[in-house]
């Protein structure tokens, strides 16, 4: 990715395994110029996943939101399978904190 415009870096640790840190990235949406009502927003894991595809919408916001949602659903996978996720401080990686707008409104509903 050329010009991340978000960065992030975490520790994860798989479980049985020594900590790593991971860098995560969000690139700038992009229109596809195949596809000019197409928009698209690059993401990584490095090193998990280095080359993700490219969320797709049709729209810049929207390809931008999808992008940060599957660095974050990646991140909540290895926390599912007995791993966890902190920030370089140490600290448990606060995913609460990363729901906003209406998909907070959304799981506090759905958690009643």
Not at 23 to 52: F, M, N, V
Not at 76 to 99: C, K, M, N, R
């Amino acid at each position: 990715m050329d010009e991340p415009i978000a960065t992030e870096v975490v520790l994860v640790q798989r479980s049985n395994a020594a900590p790593f840190k991971v860098t995560l990235l969000i690139g700038r949406p992009y229109q596809d110029p195949e596809h000019p009502d197409e928009w698209a927003c690059p993401a990584s894991h490095t090193p998990l996943y280095s080359k993700l595809r490219d969320a797709r919408s049709n729209s810049a916001f929207h390809s931008l939101c999808l992008a940060t949602s599957l660095v974050l659903d990646l991140l909540q996978a290895i926390v599912e399978q007995g791993g966890s996720v902190s920030l370089v401080t140490g600290e448990p990686f606060p995913f609460e904190a990363y729901a906003f707008g209406v998909a907070a409104g959304q799981r506090k509903t759905t958690r009643q």
